[in-house]
């Protein structure tokens, strides 16, 4: 996968504040139209970023994910001392983000609630990713990036080689959860106290997944609160039953 590295005939989108901390992203010529969305949002803001060029790599949507521990390994190099916070270009802010540095550790994650049959599962994402300048963040860094390299068929997003890499790596750096306001919600859900926001450019290529969801989210509601209506009762409370 050594196209990681290869440069697109696209340049780098680069703005300095003079800040402590610089977004770093990346993007693929077909989303430099998100790339240069993003970085007039983050201007607009006063928002030092990175947002770096690449070239698309081999296979489907989930395998160009596969960049970000590499694209994160350069920008330690060209940004040594900063904190980087690392940004899907299809993501918006709303707001000051410097409250991010408060988080502790060497990394910060967002962490979700996955449904499961007998209960929940955490689940760790990427969409907004916060690391330290510091040497436990490196090895961090190597090792997702070389789970990123594996060639896992089966596997085709960088959350779950996120996974592999915690687990490969415990012990090594300390990770954090970030607050939820700054993980970048889907747009839909977002709440006005969520400052980084995320809307997705792959819904949009697939219209019928995003309407899926949004049907089933429908179907959902209207069935809670007809249950709600009919027996007094909250839908979820009376199946744990």
Same mark, same amino acid.
């Not at 190099?77 to 980087?84: A, G, K, Q």
């Not at 436990?136 to 997702?144: N, R, S």
């Not at 954090?176 to 006005?192: N, V």
């Not at 249950?227 to 009762?233: A, E, Q, V």
């Given at each position: ?12 989108? $680069?703005?300095?504040?003079?800040? #402590? ?6 993007? $693929? ?18 928002? #030092? ?17 596969? +960049?970000?521990?590499? !694209? ?13 916070? /690392?940004?899907? !270009? ?22 979700? @609630? ?19 300048? $510091? ?18 068929? +089966? ?5 779950? @080689? ?12 300390? !990770? ?15 709440? +006005? ?32 609160? /007809? ?13 744990? @039953?």
């Amino acid at each position: 996968m050594s196209v990681f590295e290869n440069k697109t005939e696209l340049e780098d989108i $680069t703005y300095d504040a003079k800040a #402590s901390f610089i977004v770093i992203g990346f993007f $693929t010529p077909d989303y430099f139209p998100l790339a240069d969305a993003l970085s007039k949002n983050l201007i607009e803001h006063g928002i #030092s970023h990175h947002l770096y060029a690449r070239a698309k790599s081999a296979g489907q949507w989930g395998h160009q994910t596969l +960049q970000k521990p590499s !694209v994160l390994k350069t920008a330690r190099v060209d940004h040594p001392n900063e904190v980087l916070i /690392l940004m899907d !270009v299809d993501c918006q802010v709303r707001g000051d983000i410097s409250a991010m540095l408060n988080v502790i550790g060497d990394i910060a994650i967002p962490m979700g @609630r996955k449904p499961m049959k007998n209960g929940t599962a955490l689940k760790p994402g990427t969409r907004v990713l916060l690391v330290r300048p $510091t040497a436990q963040t490196d090895i961090f860094l190597k090792i997702w990036d070389e789970m990123c390299r594996l060639e896992l068929d +089966q596997v085709g997003n960088d959350e779950i @080689r996120l996974q592999m890499a915690i687990e490969g790596s415990a012990g090594r750096f300390s !990770v954090t959860i970030l607050p939820h306001h700054f993980t970048g919600r889907e747009i839909r859900k977002a709440t +006005q106290q969520d400052i980084i926001i995320h809307d997705s450019a792959r819904d949009e290529a697939r219209v019928l997944g995003s309407l899926r969801k949004n049907l089933k989210l429908y179907f959902r509601q209207t069935r809670n609160a /007809l249950y709600r209506i009919i027996t007094g009762r909250d839908y979820k409370s009376a199946k744990s @039953r």
